[in-house]
């Protein structure tokens, strides 16, 4: 039988292992200590933290548990030279410290751990390099999902085979998102695995799956770069991270949620280049950007944009400000959170644990003597009147509500205690707001449309009346994606490529006035406003789907055309 000298090397280090661990467990006993073994006990990186690493290696010690003050702390010998000195720094830092007993393969574990600190705290709290070649790569390599699939299976398998640093698959990941531009990056712990997920133009795309050993490495970099609490897992945590890419900047906003397989991480990429839009270039019709421009340039008046989440609502608004931005007046926002920072612009941002809300905010805000105030969103009572007060006081205000349709907005604002009688003459403009996909420019393909189809899109140009001055396309034939297999690189092979608003408004006038005062619903209000010749949103969609700009399916996702006239 030939001799196999690296087996027999392996089993001489496992012998050698055994033994350190087994004088470890007499030491601990002759010493009076508790014996553990780091390689079967999970190490705290909070812990770690608590003792500096060249300390901790020259006195040969490791803390690897924390539970509030109770500090666990692994020793080679309780006699190190260094130890007293330790213990007293402890102990005036109010820790209660318990010695445990390791040998020394366990206190080298915990020491690589110390990688893990040295990549968080080298994050400038919360603040990560991604390298321009990384982006190069993916943007030259990837040109459709199935490539960004393919791409990250490959180095997540490479990474798990190799056992290399968690960190650089991360840094792939947010690459990649980034590459394609996608808005958020989802992890879902399933029974057996976790799925990773982009959302691109507001669809979410399965990605990869990770086994659930990888994962908890990501769970916990996530965590640590965007100062979070490593040892909660029951409660639901919140954080932010900087991307630092050449010469932008990204935001990312950490949501950790606990669920029934574990944590789930989302993670919300704010895009620099989304304040690059101009309001001309939002998709607001000739007609209603008119109206708008108007409303944003008086002294005094509240511009309310109402939409659900996600729905491009703080777009808007900051495509307003920017429009009046001008050193000679002053503008201040309160958001939840910042979520781009303008040049000449004061912003604030809410802090609920310390007190500083929407209202007190407000309350703030109006002592430093504003021209306009943007208020992220208007949640309650106090903050509802204040702002309306504002808006009657001689500032130009601007904020979101969460509502349906531009006529919810005044129905809303009465149920938030809001006087039905000064309402309109503090409301400029309400204008709600969805977001639909754009189709590909590039493969986009004309077909006939369906019976159906044909029918509500009649149904809903034949409601747009003369005095929105739109033109209606005539045209036999609506764009749709290319078939499976035949979309470009320009959309990575989705059919779609970015998004662009659908909007209604509704502008405050005497017959707007009368039908709150009268009766408050939302179907007198639409009909009050009728007269305005502005679209509702089912028309704008119908529009730019006859333009080729989406696609009939798209929008009935968006905004249920086959619900017309229920």
């Given at each position: 039988m030939p001799f196999d000298d690296t087996l027999n090397t392996k089993k001489i280090d496992d012998l050698k292992l055994k033994e350190a661990e087994e004088l470890a467990q007499i030491l601990a006993a002759r010493y009076k200590l508790i014996y553990a073994d780091l390689s079967r006990t999970s190490i705290n990186t909070d812990a770690l933290k608590v003792i500096d690493e060249e300390l901790a290696r020259r006195s040969e010690v490791a803390a690897f548990q924390l539970q509030g003050k109770e500090l666990s702390l692994a020793v080679l010998s309780p006699h190190g030279e260094l130890i007293p000195g330790i213990l007293e720094d402890l102990s005036r830092d109010h820790y209660k410290v318990t010695m445990y007993m390791v040998s020394p393969a366990s206190l080298k574990r915990a020491w690589d751990r110390y990688k893990e600190v040295s990549d968080a705290l080298s994050t400038k709290a919360g603040l990560i390099e991604i390298s321009s070649e990384h982006l190069k790569y993916f943007m030259d390599k990837i040109h459709t999902v199935v490539d960004l699939q393919e791409h990250i299976e490959e180095i997540v398998g490479s990474e798990k085979e190799q056992g290399q640093g968690i960190s650089k698959i991360l840094e792939i990941i947010l690459a990649g998102a980034i590459a394609v531009n996608s808005s958020d990056i989802h992890f879902e712990p399933q029974e057996t695995t976790v799925r990773l997920r982009f959302r691109l133009d507001g669809v979410l795309h399965d990605i990869s799956d990770f086994k659930k050993e990888i994962y908890l490495l990501l769970l916990s970099r996530v965590k640590l770069i965007s100062g979070l609490k490593l040892n909660v897992k029951q409660s639901a945590q919140d954080g932010r991270l900087t991307i630092n890419l050449d010469s932008d900047s990204f935001e990312i906003r950490t949501s950790?949620?606990?669920?029934?397989?574990?944590?789930?991480?989302?993670?919300?990429?704010?895009?620099?280049?989304?304040?690059?839009?101009?309001?001309?270039?939002?998709?607001?019709?000739?007609?209603?950007?008119?109206?708008?421009?108007?409303?944003?340039?008086?002294?005094?008046?509240?511009?309310?944009?109402?939409?659900?989440?996600?729905?491009?609502?703080?777009?808007?608004?900051?495509?307003?400000?920017?429009?009046?931005?001008?050193?000679?007046?002053?503008?201040?926002?309160?958001e939840d959170p910042i979520e781009y920072h303008v040049k000449g612009i004061e912003q604030t941002q809410v802090n609920d644990e310390k007190g500083y809300t929407f209202l007190e905010g407000l309350r703030s805000v109006l002592r430093q003597d504003?021209?306009?105030?943007?208020?992220?969103?208007?949640?309650?009572?106090?903050?509802?009147?204040?702002?309306?007060?504002?808006?009657?006081?001689?500032?130009?205000?601007?904020?979101?509500?969460?509502?349906?349709?531009?006529?919810?907005?005044?129905?809303?604002?009465?149920d938030l205690g809001v006087n039905p009688k000064v309402i309109t003459s503090a409301i400029s403009i309400s204008i709600a707001q969805r977001l639909v996909r754009r189709l590909c420019q590039t493969c986009k393909v004309a077909v006939a449309p369906s019976a159906d189809q044909w029918k509500i899109i009649q149904t809903i140009l034949s409601g747009i009346a003369p005095e929105t001055g739109e033109k209606i396309p005539t045209v036999e034939k609506v764009w749709v994606p290319p078939a499976d297999g035949k979309t470009c690189g320009a959309c990575h092979g989705i059919g779609y490529k970015g998004r662009i608003g659908l909007f209604e408004a509704i502008i405050s006038n005497k017959a707007v006035e009368t039908a709150i005062i009268n009766n408050p619903s939302e179907r007198d209000i639409v009909v009050a406003a009728r007269p305005q010749g502005i679209l509702d949103m089912r028309q704008d969609g119908v529009l730019k789907v006859l333009k080729g700009i989406t696609s009939v399916e798209e929008l009935d996702r968006v905004v249920d055309l086959y619900g017309v006239g229920k």
């Open positions: 950790v949620l606990p669920g029934g397989y574990g944590e789930s991480i989302v993670l919300r990429i704010l895009n620099p280049a989304s304040l690059n839009i101009a309001l001309e270039d939002m998709g607001f019709g000739s007609k209603l950007l008119d109206i708008l421009n108007k409303e944003i340039l008086k002294p005094n008046g509240m511009v309310l944009v109402t939409g659900p989440t996600g729905s491009g609502k703080s777009t808007t608004l900051y495509a307003c400000l920017k429009k009046i931005n001008d050193p000679a007046i002053k503008i201040i926002t309160i504003p021209d306009v105030i943007m208020i992220g969103e208007i949640r309650d009572t106090e903050t509802a009147k204040i702002a309306i007060n504002s808006s009657l006081t001689g500032h130009l205000v601007f904020s979101t509500l969460h509502t349906n349709d531009a006529a919810g907005s005044y129905p809303r604002l009465i």
